[in-house]
């Protein structure tokens, strides 16, 4: 049986590492999702966004909006699909703790620049799945073992927290 904690803490961690993910808005736009980079301030969530006001995602955004984003670690030992309310939030001292050199890149005016939006995901829940692949179940699979029992235990439904 999956620890749904420990699943829980492998995927915040391989988040705030690896940091990309594909959201978009439930809804609008056939759910279309984008390459965004989440931050986090914390070991957990909220997790952040920047965009621009002229981005097609930050034009589509009234007040809160239902999202989902994807999410697949670097090392493909991690997967999530994860959804909550997603909103513009442009808190100036989470920007002032997000703020780095890759952000403001983008950003020709810095932190004051008027084209700036924070985006704010409340992730509420996710399904979660570990890479069940290793040398050890593909000897069971060879041996006769049935892949989806195995697999049963690399995935749960986890309320985020």
């Known amino acids: 049986m999956v620890d749904r904690e420990e699943l829980q803490e492998k995927f915040w961690k391989a988040l705030k590492s690896d940091m990309t993910v594909m959201l978009g808005l439930l809804g609008v736009d056939e759910s279309h999702t984008r390459p965004m980079t989440a931050q986090l301030d914390g070991d957990h969530g909220p997790i952040w966004f920047f965009t621009s ?3 097609d995602l930050a034009r589509q955004i009234s007040g809160s909006h239902r999202a989902v984003a994807t999410f697949a670690s670097k090392g493909h030992d991690v997967f999530a699909s994860i959804h ?3 909103a513009v939030d442009n808190d ?11 952000v403001a890149a983008w950003y020709e005016d810095g932190k004051d620049d008027p084209k700036l939006v924070l985006l704010r995901l409340d992730a509420q829940h996710a399904e979660i799945w570990q890479d069940g692949s290793s040398l050890w179940a593909g000897l069971k699979l060879l041996l006769g073992s049935d892949p989806k029992q195995d697999y049963k235990d ?8």
Do not use: H, M, P, Q
Request: no cysteine.
């Open 154 to 161: 690399n995935v749960a439904e986890v309320a985020l927290k």
């Open 84 to 86: 909550g309310d997603l």
């Open 92 to 102: 100036r001292k989470v920007i002032d703790r997000l703020w780095n050199r890759f």
């Open 53 to 55: 006001t002229e981005s």
